[in-house]
């Protein structure tokens, strides 16, 4: 187990490498610039601030600069937001992003799971019909379009919920709703056909013949081996929502990370940009060894090598 744990942390650095270097030079080979959008700015201002920040180098240096920094923990001050650095605003934001996807995920967990096992219990019946189409739209319906309706009916229509901002519970319902519609659905379609797989076994069929109800075949002996396809796609699931969905974000004007990945790509915040990209992609990397670990916990039989 620490052998592969080792070998996992050394790929994960090289993958973090890798995705920190594609991101700085893609980024700097567009055309453009972070200071070209300020407004009365002088060519001679705009030389200073390049040279402040050392962007009048050349690309290879600023390379070498930049990644011996963030080796360190140091990602630089925000280009856009003066006097702030990009650990700051990671560490001011990232919380507000965490308890909204984790929110999310939760209740994705809680509610998919369930539905999916009913709807392989119930195959071909009403309810697995029922099932089957929520699903179906859960998963076709983009995200913004939830983040509409709901605005639209709970928050102007019946005056329910507010529809902006993060300053109470009653703030977190739709966004949560929004961010947990579409993991909810393809947790529920995964959860039907793992589950529909482990029923057709050789000892579920045994158990049948032993007189154990349905509902203990389903939730006790069935659902530890049918929901490791899950187990799998909770992993970058929980990286991708604790991050933030960007686009519930900016429609619910939550003062995320999101939000804030969004104004720095917008306005060229190349420090921002790196910081928030080489989090993320180390937050993806750690979940998927956590998945890869819990895998052995919920089936030994599997072995990690």
């Not at 973090?16 to 980024?27: E, K, N, P, R, S």
């Not at 920094?69 to 605003?89: C, M």
């Not at 005056?159 to 961010?179: E, F, H």
């Amino acid at each position: 187990m620490l052998k592969y744990i080792a070998k996992r942390v050394g790929l994960a650095i090289v993958t973090i490498w890798a995705v920190a270097t594609i991101t700085f030079f893609l980024m700097n080979m567009v055309p453009g610039g972070p200071f070209l959008s300020e407004k009365a700015i002088s060519p001679q201002a705009t030389a200073a601030l390049e040279a402040k920040y050392g962007l009048d180098k050349p690309m290879f240096q600023r390379y070498l600069t930049y990644m011996g920094d963030a080796l360190h923990g140091d990602f630089g001050d925000s280009l856009k937001q003066r006097g702030r650095t990009v650990t700051s605003i990671i560490l001011m934001k990232f919380p507000v992003s965490a308890r909204v996807g984790g929110c999310a995920v939760l209740c994705s967990l809680l509610i998919g799971i369930p539905l999916g096992c009913l709807a392989a219990l119930k195959r071909g019946k009403f309810l697995d019909s029922l099932i089957s189409v929520v699903a179906t739209c859960g998963i076709a319906v983009p995200s913004f379009v939830i983040c509409t309706l709901l605005m639209y009916f709970l928050g102007v229509r019946l005056k329910l919920l507010p529809t902006m901002g993060i300053t109470s519970w009653q703030n977190y319902i739709m966004p949560v709703m929004a961010l947990s519609f579409y993991p909810t659905a393809y947790i529920m379609r995964l959860m039907r056909s793992s589950m529909l797989d482990v029923l057709g076994q050789d000892y579920m069929r045994t158990a049948k013949a032993k007189g154990v109800a349905g509902f203990m075949i389903l939730f006790k002996h069935a659902l530890r081996n049918a929901i490791l396809p899950v187990v799998t796609y909770v992993g970058p699931l929980l990286a991708y929502t604790v991050t933030g969905s960007f686009v519930v974000e900016k429609i619910f004007v939550i003062p995320g990370l999101g939000g804030e990945f969004i104004t720095a790509i917008t306005g060229r915040d190349y420090t921002l940009i790196m910081g928030t990209t080489i989090f993320l992609a180390a937050l993806i990397i750690t979940m998927n060894v956590v998945v890869d670990i819990v895998y052995k916990l919920v089936d030994p039989r599997i072995k990690l090598k």
